[in-house]
Structures are given as C-alpha cells and as structure tokens.
C-alpha cells in the first residue's frame, strides 16, 4: 500500500485554562500526545496565530499546530502555516472533536463537509476541503450542544476518548508509512 505524505498535522481546540479539559479540546490532547510520544517542544508562533512544534515521526518531519485563534477561526492559523511552508491541502491532517461518535470512537478520512463544526468550516474556507480528518468521538446527549462540548467529560468518557487518542497516535505512523487504508484497519480495530 502507498504511503500518505502529510507535513503539517493540525489539532482544534481553544486556548485558555478555562478550556483545557473540554471535550472541544479534543484535537488539542492528540497533539500534546504526539508531541509527548515524538519529542516535540512548542513554541508560540504569533505570524502563525498558534503553538507549533516540529517532530520527526519515522522518516518524516512534521509539523504539529495548536491554533490560538479559538475554533471558529482556526482555519487562519492552518492557512498561514500550510502557505509559509508550502504545503498542500492533502498534505494536511486536521484532528477535531466528533459529537456523532461516542467516546472511544475515532475515524479518519479524506475531504467531505463540516457536519456543523465551525472550527472545520473555517479551515475548508480557507484551505479547500481535501484535507484529512481525524475525528475524535465525544458523543452527543440529546438536546444538549455547546454545553456539552464546553464542558470537562466525565471520568469514564475522558479514558475512552484518551484510549481513541492512543490508538489515533499509533495509527500515525502506519498511514504515514502504509497508507490510509491500513491506518484505518488499525484505528477501527482499536476503537470499533
């Protein structure tokens, strides 16, 4: 199987203490995660409007982005990074909360829509759609929206999504070395 190239791998969430442990903050621990797993340092980058930091993960380099814009405008942060390094969109992963899979649940793919997740829409506004996505599960409680996703999970969701995070950091470096469709049978063995 062909090996994805990807250069930059964007993580949404928001800056701030007050948001740290939230489930719209999702994207942001896989990048800790990666970080933590491939010696990888932030550092702010205001031409960048984020935190980024550089790891090497096989034989590739990449680039790790937190945007600092808050979600609904993340597309401006991974637009300045993705033009200042030359990158192209499908060279572009953007990992982000799920609120249509439960905790636990996590899926990659290429392109599609927004399905309401303003922080993707900016990004497809400015970068095209034909990036990679990661989506993390957070699960949706009926009739509950932005508070749900601005609110700490409870004890049991935080360790299945932190268990998707894992298996999504694993996953990694299959798709970069083996290709989508392997990295896709090694996440959804591990969080079916």
Known sequence: MAAQALRLV?????????????????????IDELARRHGGTFRNEPRHQGEMARVQVGSTD???????????????????????YKIAV???????DE????PGTV??????GAAGHNGVSDIMALLGENFWRLRIGIGRPPGKGIEHVLSRPSA???????QSLSAAADALPV??????????????????
């Open 10 to 30: 964007v993580g949404l969430g928001n800056p701030g203490d007050e948001y740290a442990r939230t489930r719209h903050n999702a994207g942001f621990w896989l």
């Open 62 to 84: 990449l680039w790790l982005l937190k945007p600092m814009t808050f979600m609904n405008r993340s597309g401006a942060a991974a637009q300045s990074v993705a033009a200042f």
């Open 90 to 96: 499908d060279e572009v992963l953007v990992a982000y």
């Open 99 to 102: 609120l249509d899979f439960p």
């Open 107 to 112: 899926r990659l793919k290429q392109g599609g």
């Open 156 to 162: 049991e969701d935080e360790n299945l999504i932190r």
């Open 175 to 192: 798709l970069l070395e083996q290709g989508p469709q392997a990295a896709r049978t090694k996440l959804h063995t591990q969080c079916p």
